[in-house]
């Protein structure tokens, strides 16, 4: 079992930076990728970016790219997620996910995090 924490979460305005963080319990091969989701109300939880291993893969959103930044700790069992330039719709549930292999859905995720509010004002 994995267990993810996660930090960072807040109320920033529009054009502001917040860095959310995400802990895994152990870094293994259900854990080979990690990255972030997000899930505002009335939609459906959608892939934002997320990190290999090696760290020599990163993904993103179209949404997103430009204005995050997806990165891991040495120890590689910690990821960040830099987001800049907020804008309100990044208003949303940010979730942690670790998964075995690289993919953007969500459905593949093998572990979740609690969930952090992200709340961009205009």
């Known amino acids: 079992q994995v267990h993810l924490a996660e930090s960072g979460g807040g109320l920033v305005q529009a054009g502001g930076s917040l860095r959310l963080s995400c802990t895994a319990s152990?870094?293994?091969?259900?854990?080979?990728?990690m990255g972030w989701f997000r899930q505002a109300p009335g939609n459906e939880r959608e892939f934002v970016a997320s990190v290999n291993w090696p760290g020599d893969r990163t993904d993103y959103a179209d949404s997103v790219k430009g204005r995050f930044t997806i990165s891991q700790s040495d120890a590689v069992n910690t990821i960040y997620l830099q987001m800049n330039s907020l804008r309100p719709e990044d208003t949303a549930v940010y979730y942690c996910?670790?998964?075995?292999?690289?993919?953007?859905?969500?459905?593949?995720?093998?572990?979740w995090g609690q969930g952090t509010q992200v709340t961009v004002s205009a």
């Open positions: 996910s670790a998964s075995p292999r690289s993919s953007q859905e969500a459905s593949q995720v093998g572990y």
């Open positions: 152990t870094r293994a091969a259900a854990t080979y990728s």
